[in-house]
């Protein structure tokens, strides 16, 4: 989901490394049985506040800003620079925002380092400081709805939201059906995090040595992910037969979970996560090395925000403010302290 520009993609999404993180300092990501233990209560959270705003999370009553603002904790935007937005002639939602002194984004947080919740039920992440940093650049307070990841394109197509900041990868469809904002990247020295793959059990770890190994089997993939569309296009395309069962998912939890009692074969992720989660599995799971083939989807990279199709002043103006968060390396620098809180490690 990227922008009206060029676009980008590559490391996202798709993937969301669903653990609910566990405190800032923790060094490690939960293991599988620590996740099976709490994601019962991590599923309850989301479900809940996928009506409303988190009861955990702040009131926006008052429309303070700034250091007063009501997810003041994320950051402190005081001491940097910040760019000359033109909103004389705002229209839209843009206008409304501006009115209203609110600026409402939808995330499911359950993608660390990018947006996560930690045991006290804030929520946390690179993308939710930029989308601080962006309502502090417009004047305005900021206010965050948590909600399964399906539902955040949702929110914004029905107004209930006024942009969306969810790990997205740019997708064709998703330029197609909305504004998307320019790229941002928190490593974009790394190579690794742009691959990705799929995981199994260790017991089958030798089965898979290519995509065409996966035909006939069971995967999992989050819903309207970008892995669910390299599962359609090169897995199920090679199934000339109809073998395989490709089955969508809510959240990763639950495709995680799904692999570890046996429920499907494979779950395709993207690769820094993948190998998160093979790590803090006890040697349940492995990595297959098997790598989905990105060169039809072009030299995409990056994440971004999006906005409803046709919202031009507002996409214009976040993406004047993201780029200042670019250009400073603020981006760069929030996302390497998100990955230190939330315990992700590469």
Known sequence: MEERRKNFVSYNRSTTDNNMSKARGRKKMKTVNSMIKTSAAAFLAIALTACSVSASTPSTSGNKTGTDSSYAYLLDTTDLKKPEVNTSNATGVLANVLKKGVLTIATSPDYPPVEFVDDEGKVWGSEMQLAKYV????GVDLDIETMDFSGTLVAVDTGKVD???SGYG????????YELSVGYEGDPSSTESAKHTLITTAANADKYHS?????????????TSLQEMYVQDEILALDKNNTTNYEPVATLDQAVLGLASGKCDAVALDNSTAENYVKSSDGQFALTNVYFDLTPYGDYQGNIAAAKKGETSL???????IQSAKDNGYYETWYKAAK???GVTE
Request: hydrophobic share 50%; glycine share 2%; aromatic share 8%.
């Open 340 to 342: 230190e809180q939330a």
């Open 315 to 321: 996409i214009d103006a976040v993406n004047t403010i």
């Open 163 to 165: 942009l969306a900041f």
């Open 135 to 138: 309502a502090d650049c417009l």
């Open 170 to 177: 740019w997708k064709k469809d998703r330029a197609e059906s």
């Open 211 to 223: 995509l065409n190994d996966f035909v006939g089997s069971h995967i999992m993939a989050q819903a």
